[in-house]
């Protein structure tokens, strides 16, 4: 059995990595006047838009999870294609238009990521509230933030057969 203090531990652990990444990648990257004015911080689009950035993606996220159960893990595989190399810039969601580069969506290790469709409504709903104030990257890390919340629900069970012995679970973890 889960208990919160786990779930609040791995989703913890989830977000340390993450910012890790994000300043790993950061401390690769010359140092500009525009990542020296923009910060990264809690609440960033708190009044650039007439709506709640953070609330229209949650509630865009809750009716995404309510048709597709199993969006939280196509855009945390997203998220994590995004970030894995060079840092979480949403370059995973750009797509080659013209045909002469591979950009990253199409690079071999991606082709099989799905949810593209989720962060596209999320954008479309925001860009209708606040148009080219959001950034994409910004859209996807918070998408796929509240689909992992809202994809914790309980009630499994414990499978009484065993089929390996590495598979076999204890009652009381």
């Excluded at 960033?44 to 969006?71: F, K, P």
């Excluded at 499994?156 to 057969?161: G, I, K």
Aim: aromatic share 6%.
């Amino acid at each position: 059995m889960m208990s919160r203090n786990w779930v609040s531990m791995a989703v913890l652990s989830f977000t340390v990595a993450f910012l890790a990444t994000t300043v790993m990648a950061q401390g690769n990257m010359p140092e500009t006047d525009a990542l020296a004015a923009t910060p990264l911080r809690y609440n960033y689009y708190e009044g650039q838009c007439e709506r709640d950035v953070e609330e229209m993606v949650w509630s865009t996220m809750q009716r995404i999870v309510l048709m597709q159960h199993n969006a939280p893990a196509q855009l945390l595989r997203l998220l994590f294609h995004d970030c894995f190399i060079g840092g979480c810039d949403a370059s995973v969601l750009l797509a080659d238009s013209s045909k002469n580069e591979t950009v990253e969506r199409e690079a071999i290790p991606n082709r099989t990521l799905k949810g593209f469709n989720f962060i596209d409504m999320i954008k479309d709903e925001i860009e209708e509230a606040c148009s080219g104030v959001v950034s994409c990257s910004d859209i996807l890390v918070l998408a796929t933030r509240d689909g992992v919340v809202l994809d914790i629900i309980l009630g499994r069970l414990v499978v009484q057969r065993i089929t390996a012995p590495s598979t076999i679970c204890s009652m009381n973890e």
